[in-house]
C-alpha cells in the first residue's frame, strides 16, 4: 500500500517516526525531507506498506490548495521564492498528486479540540460528575443534551468547513488532526492555551467534553464524505494534552519571566509519530470502505 | 399674572416644551436615575422579553452585566439564545409576572417547591417553570430536575453579586397550579404539558397583588444581598393573547396600565428602586406609532434604540448620544427583533383555531 502523508510541519513527526529517528531517543521533528520512504521499521502495521511524505511550513501550508483533481500544489499567490523553497524540502517538489497513492492523508489539521476545553471551563454536562470547584459565584452552568447537540453539530460544521475541502474533489484524502497541545503549555500564561488552563481544573468534564467533540467531528465530517482521524488519546492525558514526554525536543519549554510567551507545545517527536502512523494506518484500513466522496 | 405652582417648572415639565418640541428623547430629561450606574457595576437582568434589550444595551455600554451560566464564545447566539443562554443574567427564561419572579427567589433562597415542577413534552421533558430552554425537552426528569438544581445555583450567584437588578414588568395574566398556587411561566401546553382546567387556574394580577409580589421579590433577594437596588420599567409590548375574556387589545391595556401603576407604588415608598420610561418612549403619541412593526406589536429596531438611547445618556454610559442600533454577536440589526426569545408571543399561533366573538 503507497501512503501519501502530506501537510504542514506536523508532518514532522511522522517523517522522523518512518525514518526510524528518535528510536530510543527524542526525534527532532520539522519538516522532513520529500519522497518515499522505505522505513516504518517497529511501526505497527506498517508491513506492506510505503510511505511517501510532501510537508511545507505552516505559513506557506495555509496557502496551499487541494484542488479538485486531487494535486496539493500551492495557490498563485506564492511566490517563486516559496516554492523554491516547497521544493527544497521535498526533493525538488513543489507539489504532489495524491492519485499516485492508494491512500493519502493531510497531517497537522486544525480540528479544534479546544472547543472541549472552553465547554469544560464553564459548565457541564448531564451525567458527569459535577467539576471540580465551582464557577461564578458558586455554580457552574449546566448544559443540556439539547443544548450540546446544537452547539457541538454548529461547531464541528465550521471546523469541516475551514478546511476548504473543494467540493469537487472526488477523492478524498483522509484528515489527520494537529496534536492537542502539550500539557507543558499550560505553565504558559499565552491566551493560546487559556482553553487548557481551565480544563486542567476540570478533568473528568474536560474528558467528557472531549469523547463528544471526537465523535461529533468524526459524524459530521463523515456526513460530507470527509474521514477525520484525530490523534489517538492515549498519547495524551484524558482531559486533552498531550504528554510532555512526546514534545519534540526543544519545545514545551516556558522561560521563566516571559510566561506569557507562546513557545512551541505542538511539535511532537518520533515516539509520538510512530504512534500517530499506527493510529492512522489502523483506521486508514478500517475505513477504507468509506465513502470519500461528496454524498 | 398672579402666582402659580405651573411657574418657573422645567421644560420637560410642559407638553409644549417637553414633547412637541423637545430635540431627541435622550435629551428630554426622561429619566432622572435616583442611583448611578456605572460600568464597573454588576448588573443582573430579568424579565420579559423586551428585557433583553435593556442587557443588551447595558453590556454594550460597558457595564457589567452578570451571565451566570455562560457558554464558550464559540457557540452562536442562535444555539445559545435557543436554548435559554445570553438572554438575562441566569438561564431562567422570560419572567412575566412579578408572582413568577417571587416564586423564583423563594425557590432559590426559602425551598419552595413548584408544583408539578417537571412537563412532558412528547417523550420527553422539559421544565414547567421555563420549558423553553430546552425547546426539544431532554430525555428523562432527572436531567429536567438536575438542571434546575444547577440552575437555581447560578441564579443565587448571580443576583447576589448584583449591584443592580434590572427587571422588566411584561404580563398580569398567568397560570396557576390551583391546589398550590404555583404559578408557571407560560400557559400548560404550550411548551410542554397539558392544559387540564380542573388542575389549572387562569389569574389576571392586581395593582396590589404585583405591588406585593415584587415587594416580597425585593425582601427575599435583600435578605441575600442587602445592597441590591432595583431597575424596573414596563416592557411596551402588547400581549399576544390574553385569557381574561376581554378583547386582546383592551385585556393589553388593562394589563399596562396595572403594571404602570404598580411599578409607581413600588418606587414611591422604596428609594432602592427606580423607574425606567420604556413603555411611555414606545408609546409615546410623538413617536406617532413609528416605533412599532408592521404588526403594531413588536418594538422596531429604532424603537428598541431610542429607549436605549435614553437609557445611556440618563446614566452617562458609552454611546450616549443619537440612537443607535444595538448589533449583537453574528447577528445584524435587522435579525435583531427575532434574536429575542419570547415565548408569550407563540400564543399567537393559537389565533387560526380561534372562534369568531
Known amino acids: 500500500m503507497r501512503v501519501l502523508v502530506f501537510g504542514n510541519s506536523h508532518v514532522g513527526a511522522w517523517r522522523d517516526a518512518w525514518d526510524g529517528a528518535g528510536q530510543g531517543g527524542a526525534g527532532q521533528g520539522g519538516v522532513g525531507q520529500g519522497g518515499v520512504g522505505q522505513g516504518g521499521v517497529g511501526i505497527d502495521g506498517a508491513e506492506g506498506v510505503e510511505m511517501a511524505f510532501f510537508a511545507v511550513p505552516e505559513k506557506l501550508h495555509a496557502r496551499y490548495r487541494l484542488r479538485g483533481k486531487g494535486i496539493f500544489a500551492p495557490r498563485h499567490v506564492v511566490t517563486e521564492e516559496e516554492r523554491a523553497r516547497a521544493r527544497a524540502l521535498n526533493g525538488g517538489r513543489d507539489q504532489v498528486d495524491l492519485a499516485s497513492y492508494d491512500v493519502a492523508v493531510h497531517v497537522g489539521v486544525a480540528w479544534f479540540p479546544e472547543r472541549a476545553a472552553e465547554l469544560a471551563a464553564l459548565g457541564d454536562p448531564f451525567g458527569v460528575e459535577f467539576g471540580v470547584g465551582f464557577g461564578f459565584g458558586g455554580g457552574r452552568a449546566a448544559y443540556g443534551a439539547g443544548f450540546l447537540d446544537a452547539a457541538l453539530d454548529e461547531a464541528a460544521g465550521a471546523v469541516v468547513a475551514g478546511w476548504g475541502i473543494d467540493p469537487n474533489l472526488k477523492r478524498r484524502p483522509f484528515i489527520y488532526g494537529r496534536p492537542v497541545y502539550a500539557e507543558t503549555c499550560i505553565a504558559s500564561q499565552h491566551r493560546l492555551y487559556a482553553p487548557w488552563r481551565a480544563a486542567a481544573g476540570q478533568p473528568v468534564v474536560a474528558a467528557a467534553f472531549l469523547a463528544m467533540w471526537r465523535a461529533r467531528l468524526e459524524r459530521v465530517a463523515s456526513a460530507q464524505g470527509v474521514r477525520f482521524v484525530a490523534p489517538p488519546a492515549g498519547l495524551g492525558r484524558d482531559w486533552g494534552p498531550t504528554r510532555a514526554e512526546y514534545l519534540v525536543q526543544g519545545g514545551g519549554v516556558v522561560v521563566a519571566g516571559a510566561a506569557d510567551a507562546r513557545g512551541d507545545h505542538s511539535h511532537m517527536n518520533a515516539a509520538y509519530g510512530r504512534a500517530a502512523i499506527g493510529h492512522f494506518l489502523r483506521q486508514a484500513r478500517a475505513r477504507m470502505d468509506e465513502p470519500a466522496v461528496p454524498a | ?296 406589536r413588536d418594538v422596531t429596531e429604532e424603537g428598541v434604540a431610542t429607549v436605549m438611547s435614553v437609557l445611556r445618556a440618563a446614566y452617562g454610559l458609552a454611546g450616549g448620544g443619537p440612537a443607535v442600533a444595538l448589533p449583537e454577536r453574528g447577528a445584524d440589526t435587522e435579525e435583531a427583533e427575532d434574536d429575542l426569545r419570547c415565548e408569550e408571543a407563540l400564543l399567537g399561533r393559537f389565533a387560526d383555531a380561534a372562534e369568531a366573538g
Open chain 2, 1 to 296: 399674572m398672579s402666582r402659580s405652582p405651573y411657574q418657573k417648572l422645567e421644560r420637560r415639565a410642559y407638553w409644549r416644551t417637553g414633547v412637541e418640541g423637545r430635540a431627541s428623547f435622550a435629551e428630554s430629561g426622561m429619566l432622572r436615575p435616583r442611583f448611578p450606574i456605572v460600568p464597573e457595576m454588576r448588573v443582573a437582568t430579568a424579565g420579559s422579553c423586551f428585557a433583553q434589550h435593556v442587557g443588551r444595551a447595558l453590556r454594550v455600554a460597558g457595564v457589567g452585566v452578570i451571565d451566570a451560566e455562560p457558554v464558550p464564545d464559540f457557540v452562536s447566539d442562535k444555539v445559545a439564545k435557543d436554548h435559554g443562554y445570553r438572554l438575562f443574567s441566569a438561564r431562567h427564561g422570560n419572567i412575566y409576572t412579578a408572582a413568577h419572579l417571587a416564586q423564583l427567589a423563594r425557590e432559590a433562597w426559602e425551598g419552595f417547591r413548584p408544583a408539578d415542577p417537571v412537563w412532558r413534552l412528547g417523550a420527553r421533558f422539559v421544565d414547567a417553570q421555563r420549558p423553553s430552554v430546552e425547546p426539544s425537552g431532554v430525555e428523562t426528569a432527572e436531567e429536567v430536575l438536575w438542571q434546575r438544581q444547577r440552575h437555581l445555583a447560578c441564579l443565587r450567584a448571580a443576583w447576589e453579586a448584583a449591584d443592580v437588578f434590572v427587571f422588566t414588568f411584561g404580563l398580569t395574566e398567568a397560570f396557576l397550579h390551583g391546589e398550590s398556587g404555583t404559578v408557571y411561566p407560560v400557559a400548560p401546553g404550550v411548551m410542554g404539558g397539558e392544559y387540564d382546567p380542573a388542575r389549572h387556574v387562569f389569574h389576571n394580577y392586581t395593582v396590589a397583588e404585583t405591588v406585593a409580589a415584587f415587594r416580597d421579590f425585593m425582601g427575599v433577594a435583600r435578605a441575600a444581598n442587602p445592597a441590591l437596588r432595583f431597575l424596573v420599567t414596563v416592557s411596551p409590548v402588547p400581549l399576544a393573547a390574553t385569557a381574561s375574556g376581554a378583547h386582546v387589545e383592551v385585556a393589553t391595556m388593562r394589563s399596562k396600565a396595572v403594571l404602570r401603576a404598580a411599578c409607581d407604588e413600588i418606587v414611591a415608598e422604596d428609594e432602592g428602586v427606580d423607574y425606567f420610561p420604556s413603555y411611555e418612549i414606545i408609546t409615546s403619541a410623538s413617536a406617532r406609532g413609528r416605533f412599532y412593526a408592521e404588526n403594531l
